[in-house]
């Protein structure tokens, strides 16, 4: 059974960046997309962006100029970078493996909540 | 403003049908699978349906997807209280180069 499993701080202060990384266990990266989507409390499902296994990536274009994701296959991780973090950045982040590229998400990680404060 | 237009909410009682609609355009649901997503208060989004009207395995079959030109609906019969959630639909969108997510719709148990 595949898991993901999203780690990284849970308190980041404004201007800064988030790094996030997510852990696949059950299964390997290779040959798949996979995903960064957050949700502010209370409201809906944001597609950040998609790295695939050989490095390829695409990104939300409001988020695009501050995104950048990156993969190490070699440790079934991936991971998320965010710039110049915000209030409006505070979210729950979660990372998701896409089926065949664009056909729906079918694992998720459990979400991880990054808070944006001084 | 979301991409994907769903009803804010629905409600029916248990036993009941139910259908939520999404709907897009040319650039997404018109030209790529749809997907639909259930969300249980507190937890992560779950796949119930891909490409249009599959179902992965473990989804029971009371949970059903169709898509007709740019909308798209996703059909819950014999509802039941467990099904209380927010529901999703998602796309990839051609003109953007990005997946969308509709706003959700909030599905109440009467």
């Known amino acids: 059974q595949v898991q993901l499993q999203e780690s990284g701080p849970g308190l980041v202060k404004p201007s800064e960046t988030l790094s996030l990384t997510c852990t696949v266990s059950g299964g390997s990266t290779s040959s798949y997309f996979w995903s960064w989507i957050r949700q502010p409390a209370g409201k809906g499902l944001e597609w950040i962006g998609r790295i695939y296994s050989s490095g390829g990536t695409n990104y939300n274009p409001s988020l695009k100029s501050r995104v950048t994701l990156s993969a190490d296959t070699s440790k079934n991780q991936f991971s998320l970078k965010l710039t110049s973090m915000t209030a409006a950045d505070t979210a729950v982040y979660y990372c998701?493996?896409?089926?065949?590229?664009?056909?729906?998400?079918?694992?998720w990680g459990h979400g991880t909540l990054v808070t944006v404060s001084s | 403003q979301s991409v994907l237009t769903q009803p804010p909410s629905v409600s029916a009682a248990p036993g009941q049908k139910v259908t939520i609609s999404c709907s897009g355009s040319s650039s997404n649901i018109g030209n790529s699978y749809v997907s639909w997503y259930q969300q249980l208060p507190g937890t992560a989004p779950k796949l119930l349906i891909y490409d249009n009207n599959r179902r992965p395995s473990g989804i029971p079959d009371r949970f059903s997807g169709s898509k007709s030109g740019t909308s798209a609906t996703l059909g819950i019969t014999g509802l039941q209280t467990g099904d209380e959630a927010d529901y999703y639909c998602?796309?990839?969108?051609?003109?953007?180069?990005?997946?969308?997510f509709g706003a959700g719709t909030k599905i109440t148990v009467l």
């Open positions: 998602g796309t990839w969108d051609t003109s953007l180069s990005a997946y969308v």
């Open positions: 998701a493996r896409g089926v065949g590229g664009a056909r729906g998400f079918d694992y």
